[in-house]
């Protein structure tokens, strides 16, 4: 149970685009279509962003998508807003009832 | 209006014990897994520990098999954590967060944590 690997920062200027990858093994991110991101702005809990890679709960803004390709899934932020700006997690089944995390990524909008 | 609400944290010494509670509304709680996930002190996100709707299904992290033991009530819309040889690197707020949409450790509901301190 190794934490899934994520880059510690990114960071684009608004209107743009960023992409957070998130690298695991054939054991969870890679075995599984059950890979989800979470936002966390400071001192709150964090919100359900995506699942299953690429699925969008209702309400998340079509601005954030997920995709996946072997090992390594991605969260890509496209036209980057302020309040964008948060720190992003994300998990992936890993079987046998185990759940595992990313270490986090700090975005920051320039 | 889905509600988590945690209680039961506190400070504790190395190697007492502490039991956390999380009571839910807002959703037909045996119709979904459970989950305990903690935050250390300016750190990530850690998941604890998972519980199917039955508690047929359990899972735990290497880091605290063995020392932690989640249950539900379904019975009272409940969830806990019974966590026996507390250790300092166990301090964290610890969230009580539900399973959704039917998906396989998707979490769309956290409650708002309850902070466990072990110190001496």
């Known amino acids: 149970q190794s934490a899934l690997t994520q880059p510690p920062s990114a960071s684009g200027s608004p209107g743009q685009s960023v992409t957070i990858s998130c690298t695991g093994t054939?054991?969870?991110?890679?075995?599984?279509?059950?890979v989800s991101w979470y936002q966390q702005h400071p001192g709150k809990a964090p919100k359900f962003m995506i699942y299953?890679?690429?699925r969008r709960p209702s309400g998340v803004p079509d601005r954030f998508s997920g995709s996946k390709s072997g090992n390594t899934a991605s969260l890509t932020v496209s036209g980057l807003q302020a309040e964008d700006e948060a720190d992003y997690y994300c998990?992936?089944?890993?079987?046998?009832?185990?759940?595992?995390f990313g270490g986090g990524t700090k975005l920051t909008v320039l | 209006e889905v509600q988590l609400v945690e209680s039961g944290g506190g400070l504790v010494q190395p190697g007492r014990s502490l039991r956390l509670s999380c009571a839910a509304s807002?959703?037909?709680?045996?119709?979904?897994?459970m989950n305990w996930v903690r935050q250390a002190p300016g750190k990530g996100l850690e998941w604890v520990s998972g519980?199917?709707?039955?508690?047929?299904?359990?899972g735990y992290a290497d880091s605290v098999k063995g020392r932690f033991t989640i249950s539900r009530d379904n019975a009272k819309n409940s969830l806990y954590l019974q966590m026996n040889s507390l250790r300092a690197e166990d301090t964290a707020l610890y969230y009580c967060?539900?399973?959704?949409?039917?998906?396989?450790?998707?979490?769309?509901?956290w409650g708002q944590g309850t902070l466990v301190t072990v110190s001496s």
């Open positions: 967060a539900k399973d959704g949409y039917g998906s396989q450790g998707a979490i769309d509901y």
């Open positions: 807002g959703f037909t709680f045996d119709d979904y897994a």
């Open positions: 519980i199917n709707w039955n508690s047929a299904g359990i």
């Open positions: 054939s054991s969870d991110v890679g075995g599984y279509n059950y």
């Open positions: 299953e890679v690429s």
């Open positions: 998990s992936s089944y890993a079987g046998s009832n185990n759940l595992v």
